[in-house]
């Protein structure tokens, strides 16, 4: 259960009802869920002149877990006899089961380094989830509380914990999750994980699914020479600036009117566009870099209402592309001093910014922001990440920040009412 009780109020110490000898009563109740139980439950209670310790209700399939943490009536075990054959009452009168265990004190307190754990499978098995909530033990944490974040497109839940450092853990599970098939992402707890963020995301492979150069490739017949060197460049085995110069040269003499044809071309990846509008709902702002080109991310910022865009700029002199880029080169470093900019113009703190990409040359931004999210990426990538997202949903991304499925269909709804009333 999650309790407020264990904060000292500014003024003193904490009231008695919080005290570890006071005596207490767990009362849970169960069963069919519906309307008024809460309520009814209280009302049941408040003729007892007790005080409410704790106070935490679940449903799951319409059926609900009540449970309220209390302290013993002030008129001894007359009162306390009688508290129990109302509530047994009332429950019984509303089809419900009850349980109430005598105790003292509060919840124990919850152990230091407390972290979110968030697990990601399509599906999730329970073999996978088991072999998660152990390691967790292993490595000396105790699991305070599991909620579900998301049943689609993937199934998402969310273990908070407490009693390890989030680093050690983060190491610990990134192995089992390997190994049985599932996402996982380690974040410390506190209340910067849901301040105002700022979010950047490469184009080429996470944005989007296509590259963008060989979707020129393709207009100008060299699509497999540009292929081969994208994809070397990629895997770390070339410099990006040297083979960007390389594949761009392909392209001297296109005609500029292939940029059109290019953008009609772009297929956003499944998920993005509900990433971005989720996250805008939110208040988070979100950017792209990208080593591909500015005549595609523009349109992109565009159509998608971002807040930041930065890439190559391809060279257009009489109507045809000349084989060459103007201006500093949006490279591996390059990415990271764009994030450090975006996130200076936003008012954002680095430590409260999420990068997203796939390739080698996102290394450096994923490095330097305070969560990188390696998206169905290279296995270098995938290692030195955060974390990594390996379904084919970006949207997926949004249960890593612990945003639920609600959230998003609520800004979704929002957005149709938006449109609705344009």
């Known amino acids: 259960m999650i309790s407020a009780a264990h904060t000292t109020p500014p003024d003193g110490p904490a009231s008695p009802a919080a005290g570890s000898e006071t005596p207490t009563l767990l009362v849970k109740i169960f069963g069919r869920d519906r309307p008024g139980l809460t309520a009814g439950l209280l009302e049941t209670l408040a003729g007892f002149a007790a005080d409410v310790v704790d106070l935490e209700q679940v449903v799951t399939r319409g059926r609900i877990t009540l449970c309220a943490l209390i302290t013993t009536p002030v008129h001894g075990q007359d009162s306390e006899g009688e508290l129990r054959a109302t509530v047994h009452g009332w429950a019984e009168s509303m089809r419900l089961q009850a349980e109430i265990i005598s105790g003292v004190g509060d919840n124990r307190p919850r152990g230091a380094g407390r972290s979110h754990v968030t697990v990601l499978g399509h599906p999730l098995t ?147 566009r509900t990433l971005v509008r ?83 040359n996102d290394l450096d931004m994923l490095n330097a922001a305070g969560l990188g999210v390696a998206f169905n990426a290279k296995p270098l990538v995938r290692t030195a990440a955060d974390t990594a997202v390996n379904v084919p949903f970006l949207d997926a991304v949004l249960y890593l920040l612990g945003i639920t499925r609600e959230e998003v269909e609520a800004a979704d709804a929002e957005a149709v009412e938006d449109r609705a009333g344009d």
């Open 126 to 272: 329970a073999e996978a989830t088991a072999a998660i909530a152990a390691r967790i033990t292993g490595t000396g944490g105790n699991i305070d509380r599991i909620r579900r974040l998301a049943k689609y497109p993937v199934t998402a839940v969310e273990f908070d914990v407490s009693g390890v450092d989030a680093g050690l853990l983060r190491s610990e599970l990134a192995p089992q999750a390997a190994q049985r098939g599932v996402d996982i992402a380690v974040v410390a707890a506190g209340l910067q994980r849901r301040a105002r963020r700022l979010v950047v995301m490469d184009v080429d492979s996470t944005l989007i699914q296509d590259e963008v150069i060989e979707l020129f490739a393709a207009h100008a017949g060299c699509e497999r020479e540009v292929a081969e060197v994208t994809a070397a460049a990629m895997r770390g085995e070339l410099d990006f600036e040297q083979s960007l110069h390389a594949r761009v040269a392909l392209l001297e003499g296109l005609e500029e009117s292939v940029v059109e044809k290019v953008r009609a071309e772009v297929r956003l990846t499944p998920g993005a």
């Open 278 to 360: 989720t996250l805008k709902r939110l208040g988070y702002q979100v950017g792209v870099v990208s080593g591909g080109f500015t005549q595609v991310t523009d349109a992109l910022r565009g159509h998608l209402g971002l807040d930041f865009a930065s890439a190559n700029t391809l060279e257009v002199v009489d109507g045809r592309l000349t084989g060459r880029v103007t201006g500093e080169v949006v490279d591996r470093p390059g990415k990271a001093r764009l994030l450090r900019r975006f996130a200076e113009e936003a008012g954002v703190p680095l430590s409260q910014t999420v990068a997203i990409g796939d390739g080698a």
